[in-house]
Every structure is written in structure tokens, then in C-alpha cells.
């Protein structure tokens, strides 16, 4: 099975890093010495270098630096020069096998050792060195604690940050085995990958050493160090560990969160059929980190804010909490255990995550909806994103490592979990099980391309995938599937299915081979549900001839296909006439409601005709999950699809719903509080501002008492108004809550003044402003381009595109993502729109992985124009 897809793909496509490493000249490697790592580099070295040990040493004790030593043990094939990557503070002494190396060697981004310093087999090369600890753009990241003047330091290295920290073979397919010492003051607690082995006192100082670990790529090399709470829990033989920092351990639920990891790991040990692969498994609360979490072995860490609930959370915070633990945990096999072989695979790992997780959630709580979760948390975005023009495979072509920034986002995260799970419908959960437990066996401690995975299912599955390797993995874009029902004397006469590109400027093409369900509806009786093979651009389902006219039809029934769904007038109708209403399954009412809200991104639906319906059926509805999914979209279409005499008009009747299910008793707490963060964000009408004025001094809000994320959230809507109390509210709010978290949002509302003078100097702030952490930049966007502001913020727009080669160099994977999606998605004036094709069309030397970040985002500000042109 392995040769067929092999010779079905093509040899390239399939090892990219090897094929460049063959066309790599070994006695010449100048022009390898370029910035970041390239793919001939990481090939040339994957031939060359194996059996790598790290012996790595830090002093962590100053502010503003660390001072390292490292060995690179190293066995070499052939007679070629070593590249050594490192782009820290300062390289010093460097010597290979005892003798020094000369410091024209360096040049600022590799270090090169000459093959006559070099011998066959093992060689040493050892080097001093320094590094910063800065709150952001450093390797090491330091995050003061403003309650108590306590420092906590933490790396993040993904995806090719390690060179930041120290020299070293920066690329995912040569796995380290790394020895860490770390000296940190005396009342800090150091986490690393390894267990401590020991801990020396000296002086005022703490030296700790770490065993040595099994076999890593050197983005998931980490540590914390800080004066951390620490808890622990054993069961059935394993100990985790918890670390969070001290101001915040009262806040912290760790006894839930100990637990929740214990129960992943053991789950994944089933599901994978393979213990837990490293040696132990702890987890830090890393305050102002940028990511959801990061699956270190040995030292998960997760993001403290979404971990420490200030407030009552809802059950759709609670089950986002957990699926980040899922997905965390699920990693340790799937990309730290077997690891993509170059960043061109990302998917691999990512994707298969967060899939894993949502089949441990559906198992281990079966009260979740987590099928449902799933639907709502990858789809929209995936679809969102693979309907553009910007859009690329999962399979995403990567000549150096210093692009692999712009390989993350929703076809990563997003389309690729979608993708696996098609996968797994269509060759059945016995042939896919078996397969990844075949593919984790093959490659552990190793390295993989998707290519081995769908070999190793295919073989479980005794069928060749090689067209669905063709049209998942290397195929961008994805298909809608149009359901064209004709109906005589009451029942079906033909009913069929017709798949085109979902990209509005594509036609043609093979069809996207799929399995999916078609659902008939019924009213009082169970839905009938159909299997069917799309195989063509054009579907006939003969199984439905001769049955009863359905209330509607919906094509991808339990969400198994990846398409957009197209509904048929009648359906459409009917499900705004009624039918919607009596739907009892809340999975299907949310892809019922997606499919609706497609229709009008798409201008198929006019926006006040979806927002009349979202008025009817919201107090209806009862499941805390669809809620919050449908109050987005509302907020959306007030915002941005509606221009602004209907959004006047409308504003008052949407108020009146949102607080009236806020403030009805006999909802539960998780229904009122969306309805509640949903008015907050909407409210602008006299009243409305009346009413945030009271939460302030509320005894309770939504049934619960009115805690300080939701003051917050408050306090800068006022501020985003304009409102005669908005500066006092600030103030008032900054002086009750002086917690780190206050102080974060404190600086979040500040970028929320209506304010020519606010704008420039935060604008200056996300460039110039070293001390500024980039969880508080990167929080603060979305305020700072509040849509009540775009006459103040357009004059942003082209600066901010401008600015993206710096972004990409500068800040961590997300951030880009976010600022794009800030400065351009969330606008829908004409003028926006103009100045982004502006900068298109007068920026060909635009790398490619940027100008189709931009044509990702800017497709929404595309839609808001065309659907506000449409309608209104």
C-alpha cells in the first residue's frame, strides 16, 4: 500500500526534505548560511547528522539575560562543514572536539564548523553563550507578577525559537536527547522536561539538574522557573505535578485540573494502545501566555487566564477548558512522540489533536455534545477561511522555517480535524484506530509525513488513499454541496447533490470524493437518514425517490463531510417558518443554523430577515453551547452586515431580547450569561447605555454577582461609547481591581477611547514599547479597532499591513493571525476594503505566506461590503 501512494503523489510531495537534501552539494554550504533554516539545510543535516545529545546549562538569576553553556554531541556521515543555528544575544567561545573555532565563523544566524575541525562518527562541539529574558520577542519570557513583585520566567520555542535560546540543530527532524542544568535563585521551582535529579544550594543561588529525556525536536525543549504553588496527585502509580504562580493558587481549581489530565492520559493510553511515552507528565499555569497551551514533554504548559476562572464559568468554558487539556495531552503521542518531519506537515500534528480530543470528550463525558463542540469549533472557522482566495492545502509548501509562522491558523487547526474525521467515517473506526496505532508504532521517537499515515490506515483499512491524499492534503479549497430537490404530488421525484468549489473564482475541477449522511426531516416521526457516496460533481440519491416530501433536507447529517451545505429554497423556508424551531437534536439545530448563517455570508439571505428569525428562536433556545455561537453572529450582522439605518432601526428590539434573557429567573445561570456578554457588546441606545451604567453597581448580573471580567467588559463597551461615565467607571474599576488580570484589562479598555491621541500612542506602543507583553498587545486589538471607531482607526489600516514582514519576524505564531483579523475582518466599509486591495496590487514583492494571510481575512471585509451593497 505504501508504493501505491508513493507513485500516485509523486516523489517530491512526498519527502520534500529529502529530495532537497539530494540536490544539496555536501563540500558547499555558503549559501545555506542565509537566515532562519532552510529546507536544503534541514535536508543536508537529516543526511548527515544522528545520535544528537544536548548538554545544556543556564544561569537564569539576572533580569534582563541568561548566560549558557552548551555540548552538542553529534555522530557525522560524511566530510562536509557543520551549520550550527543560533541567533541569541552573543555567541563566545566555541570549540569543536577541544580545538577553538574562529569567530569569523559566525555570522549572526549559523555557525559553521569546518570539516577539518570534524571526524567521522562522534564529534563535540561546545560554545558559550548569552540570551535574553525579556516580557516579549525573547526565547525566554519573563512575566512579573504587579500583586507581589514576584518574576516567573518561561521559553517558548515552537516553531524555530530553540536557536533563539541556544546553538543548536533547530529543526523537527533531529531529535535531541537533552540534559538540562538551570541555575535559578533560591526560591525558585524549576519545571523542565526531564525529572530533577538533583538540586545544589550555591550561594544565592539553586543549581538544578535534569535527567536526561528520550528523544525531542528542539521546539519542545522548555522550562519554567519561578517561586511557584505547587500541587500534586498520584493515581494508579503516576504523579502529575501542577504549578501555578503564587498570587493566583487560591483562584486556581487544581484539584479539577489535576484530575482532568489524569484522565486524558489514561484514555489516550487506551485509545493508542501505548503508555504514556516520557518519563513524567506536569503542567504549568504560564501567566500571559500567548497560546492555549503548549504540549512540552514532560511540561505541558497551559494558558493561565483561560485556566483560572474569575467568575462562575459557563459549561462551554468549562468543556473549552477540558478539550485544551485533551488536546495538550493527546500531543504526547501525536507531535511529541512522532513529530512532522518538516513544518510543512503542521497538520499533522495539530489536527489530529484536537480530533483526538473531541473522541476522548465524547467518551469520557457523554453529557458534553462534543460532536457539537466539535462542529461549532473547527467548521465555521475552516470553512471561513478555505472558501478564499488565500486559502492553501494542508500540505503547505515551507522552504525555511522562518515562514512556518504563517502555516498556522484555521486550515491547521481547523480544516484538518474536519478532514480526519471524514477520514475515520470512511474507512470505518477499526481500520482507523488501527491505523494510528500502526503509525505510532513505526515511527516513535521519530519523525513522519502525512504520506505514512495514510498508509498505515489505508493498510489497516485494505484500500488505497491515495485520492484522498490528493484532494485533502494536497488540494486547497473545499467543495459546497448544493441539494436540488424536486418534488411531484407530494413526494420526491429526484433528489440531487451538486458539488462545485466553494471559491468564488474557481470552477471546474474533479469532485472531492466524500462520505456523508443525507437527512430527510420529518415532523413527529424520526428523521430518515441516508448514506451517500459523492464520487461526482453531481450526486443522484435514488434512495430517496418515491419517499415523502421532507419539512427540509440537510446533506451532511452527524457532520462527517467536509462541504459547505446548500440548502434548497423550500428548506430554507421551512426552517424559517417553523421548522428550526421544532428540531429536538441541538447537533443538528447547530449545523441548521450554521448552514442559515452561510446563506447569508454568502448575500443568498437578506441579514434582517436571519436577525428576525435570531430574535424568535433565541429565548427559545435552550442549549448553552449553539447560544453563544448564534449571539456572535448577531453581534456580527449588527456590526457589520447591516448598514446604519437598519442597524438604528433594529438596535432597540435586540437590546430588549438580550436583557430580557439576561435577566430572566427562571433561565439557568449558563443561558443568562451569554445573553448578558451579548448585550454588553451590542448595547448603544440611551437605555442601553442606562443599563451598563447599573451593572456597575448591581448586586448581581445574570443571576450571579457581577464579578470583575464582566465589570470589565463593561467598563470598556462604555468606553468604546463614549459615555459620559466611561472615565469614571475606568478609574473606579482599575482601583478596585489591581490584580494582574485587572491591570491587563485596565490596558484593554484604555485602547478602547474614542481618541485620535489613544489610537497613535497605542499604535507606537505595539512597536516601540519593549516591556510590553504580547498577550496584553494582542488582547488589546479588538478594542483599540472597535467598528463604533472606524473613523479613527482606518488611517491604522495600511500601516498595519505594512507592518506584517515585522510581525512575521517579531512576534509569536497567533499573533499575526490576530492582528490581521483585528485591523481588516472585523471592518465593512468600502474604504477598508479599497485600501487592502491597494496594498495587493502595490506589493508584488509581498511574500506569498503574507499576501494570502491577507486574502484570508480580508475575504470577510469582502462579504460585509457585498452583502451591505445587496440588501441595504
Request: proline share 4%; glycine share 6%.
Amino acid at each position: 500500500m505504501r508504493s501505491t501512494i508513493l507513485a500516485t503523489i509523486g516523489l517530491a510531495a512526498v519527502f520534500p526534505v529529502a529530495c532537497a537534501a539530494q540536490r544539496t552539494p555536501a563540500d558547499s554550504l555558503a549559501r545555506l548560511m542565509g537566515k532562519g533554516v532552510s529546507i536544503a539545510l534541514a535536508g543536508h543535516r537529516a543526511r548527515t547528522l544522528n545520535d544528537i545529545r544536548v548538554r545544556l546549562t543556564l544561569d537564569v538569576a539576572a533580569v534582563d539575560s541568561a548566560v549558557g553553556s552548551v555540548d552538542l554531541r553529534f555522530n557525522r556521515v560524511g566530510n562536509s562543514d557543520v551549520l550550527i543555528d543560533f541567533r541569541g544575544r552573543r555567541l563566545g567561545e566555541v570549540r569543536a572536539n577541544g580545538t577553538i573555532v574562529a569567530a569569523g565563523a559566525f555570522n549572526g544566524s549559523h555557525l559553521r564548523i569546518p570539516a577539518g575541525l570534524l571526524r567521522a562518527g562522534e564529534n563535540l562541539v561546545s560554545a558559550t553563550f548569552v540570551t535574553d529574558i525579556a516580557p516579549t520577542g525573547a526565547s525566554i519570557i519573563r512575566a512579573r507578577d504587579s500583586s507581589d513583585g514576584n518574576d516567573y520566567l518561561y521559553t517558548l520555542l515552537v516553531p524555530a525559537d530553540a536557536n533563539q535560546l541556544f546553538p543548536c540543530f533547530d529543526q523537527p527532524d533531529l531529535k535531541v536527547r537533552l540534559s538540562l542544568t538551570l541555575i535559578a535563585p533560591k526560591a525558585w521551582t524549576v519545571v523542565a522536561n526531564g525529572s530533577l535529579a538533583r538540586a545544589d544550594t550555591a550561594g544565592s543561588t539553586i543549581i538544578n539538574v535534569f535527567t536526561e529525556t528520550k528523544p525531542i525536536s528542539t521546539y519542545l525543549i522548555a522550562f519554567a522557573a519561578g517561586p511557584w504553588f505547587h500541587a500534586l496527585s498520584t493515581v494508579n502509580g503516576r504523579t502529575i505535578n501542577a504549578y501555578v504562580r503564587q498570587s493566583r493558587a487560591r483562584e486556581a481549581d487544581l484539584d479539577t485540573l489535576l484530575a482532568a489530565n489524569h484522565r486524558a492520559l489514561a484514555w489516550m493510553e487506551r485509545y493508542f494502545d501505548r503508555a504514556y511515552p516520557f518519563e513524567k507528565f506536569d503542567f504549568v499555569l504560564a501567566p500571559a501566555f500567548p497560546f492555549g497551551g503548549m504540549e512540552h514533554p514532560g511540561a505541558v504548559f497551559y494558558n493561565e487566564n483561560s485556566f483560572v476562572f474569575r467568575e462562575r464559568p459557563t459549561r462551554p468554558r468549562l468543556i473549552g477548558r477540558n478539550s485544551t487539556i485533551l488536546h495538550e495531552v493527546a500531543h504526547q503521542w501525536f507531535g511529541d512522540l512522532v513529530t512532522m518531519r518538516w513544518f510543512d506537515d503542521l497538520w499533522l500534528k495539530e489536527g489530529f489533536a484536537t480530533y483526538i480530543a473531541a473522541k476522548a470528550q465524547n467518551e469520557l463525558d457523554s453529557t458534553s455534545g462534543a460532536w457539537k463542540t466539535f462542529y461549532q469549533a473547527n467548521k465555521p472557522a475552516a470553512y471561513g477561511v478555505d472558501q478564499t482566495l488565500g486559502t492553501n492545502s494542508l500540505w503547505q509548501k515551507l522552504s525555511n522555517l522562518d515562514q512556518a509562522k504563517s502555516n498556522y491558523g484555521a486550515i491547521v487547526y481547523n480544516k484538518a480535524p474536519g478532514v480526519l474525521k471524514q477520514l475515520n467515517y470512511l474507512v470505518g473506526e477499526d481500520a482507523f484506530q488501527g491505523g494510528v496505532r500502526s503509525f505510532l508504532s513505526r515511527h516513535a521517537y521519530a519523525n513522519a509525513t502525512w504520506q505514512d499515515l495514510l498508509d498505515a490506515v489505508g493498510e489497516a483499512a485494505d484500500r488505497s488513499l491515495g485520492a484522498f491524499g490528493r484532494n485533502f492534503m494536497l488540494r486547497a479549497g473545499l467543495p459546497s454541496v448544493e441539494q436540488v430537490i424536486e418534488v411531484r404530488d407530494g413526494r420526491i421525484a429526484r433528489l440531487r447533490l451538486v458539488q462545485r468549489p466553494a471559491q468564488r473564482v474557481v470552477s471546474g475541477g474533479a469532485a472531492w470524493p466524500m462520505r456523508t449522511q443525507l437527512l430527510l426531516f420529518y415532523p413527529g416521526q424520526s428523521p430518515v437518514r441516508l448514506p451517500v457516496e459523492l464520487s461526482a460533481r453531481v450526486t443522484d440519491v435514488f434512495a430517496a425517490r418515491g419517499l415523502k416530501a421532507p419539512t427540509f433536507a440537510f446533506p451532511n447529517a452527524e457532520d462527517h463531510g467536509y462541504f459547505l451545505s446548500i440548502l434548497d429554497s423550500a428548506s430554507v423556508q421551512s426552517l424559517e417558518h417553523g421548522a428550526l424551531g421544532i428540531v429536538a437534536d441541538p447537533f443538528l439545530r447547530a449545523m441548521l443554523w450554521g448552514a442559515l448563517w452561510d446563506q447569508v455570508r454568502d448575500a443568498r439571505m437578506p441579514p434582517e430577515r436571519w436577525l428576525r428569525l435570531a430574535l424568535a428562536e433565541l429565548p427559545r433556545e435552550r442549549d448553552e453551547q449553539i447560544v453563544p455561537r448564534l449571539l456572535a453572529n448577531l453581534e456580527r450582522t449588527m456590526k457589520g452586515y447591516l448598514d446604519d439605518a437598519s442597524r438604528t432601526s433594529e438596535q432597540p428590539d435586540v437590546e430588549r431580547m438580550l436583557w430580557a434573557a439576561a435577566s430572566d429567573s427562571s433561565r439557568p445561570y449558563g443561558l443568562r450569561k451569554p445573553f448578558l456578554d451579548a448585550f454588553v457588546q451590542v448595547a448603544s441606545t440611551v437605555d442601553g447605555i442606562r443599563k451598563l451604567d447599573a451593572l456597575l453597581s448591581a448586586d448581581s448580573a445574570a443571576g450571579d454577582a457581577a464579578r470583575d471580567p464582566t465589570r470589565w467588559d463593561v467598563v470598556t463597551r462604555l468606553t468604546v461609547l463614549d459615555a459620559a461615565s466611561a472615565q469614571r467607571a475606568l478609574d473606579g474599576q482599575a482601583a478596585r481591581d489591581t490584580s494582574p488580570d485587572g491591570r491587563r484589562r485596565a490596558f484593554i479598555a484604555g485602547a478602547a477611547r474614542h481618541s485620535a491621541q489613544t489610537k497613535a500612542e497605542y499604535f507606537a506602543r505595539y512597536f516601540g514599547d519593549a516591556s510590553l507583553n504580547e498577550d496584553w498587545a494582542s488582547s488589546s486589538l479588538g478594542a483599540f479597532n472597535a467598528a463604533e471607531h472606524a473613523d479613527l482607526t482606518l488611517r491604522y489600516l495600511r500601516p498595519a499591513l505594512d507592518s506584517l514582514p515585522y510581525i512575521q519576524s517579531n512576534r509569536r505564531i497567533f499573533f499575526l493571525g490576530n492582528w490581521l483579523g483585528s485591523f481588516v475582518a472585523g471592518r465593512s466599509d468600502r474604504e477598508a476594503l479599497a485600501i487592502v486591495q491597494s496594498f495587493l496590487a502595490n506589493r508584488p514583492t509581498l511574500a506569498r505566506d503574507l499576501r494570502q494571510k491577507v486574502l484570508q481575512v480580508s475575504d470577510e471585509l469582502e462579504r460585509a461590503v457585498k452583502v451591505r451593497a445587496r440588501w441595504n
